[in-house]
């Protein structure tokens, strides 16, 4: 599992879309099986506690 945190929804598309990931990405995607899912915050930084 990787974990990334980007400041906003804008940024981690901006990343996602990027020269420089789509050219290394396609490695990842050649040795490995996985998804990419992207959550927006709660709102609540202070406790990253899911169930609260």
Known sequence: MVLLEFSS???AEN???CEEY???SKYR???SVGKMV???ARGVTDNPD???
């Open 50 to 52: 899911p169930l609260l």
């Open 29 to 31: 995607r050649q040795s």
């Open 9 to 11: 929804l804008e940024a």
């Open 38 to 40: 992207i959550q927006e």
């Open 15 to 17: 990343w996602y879309n």
């Open 22 to 24: 789509q050219s290394a």
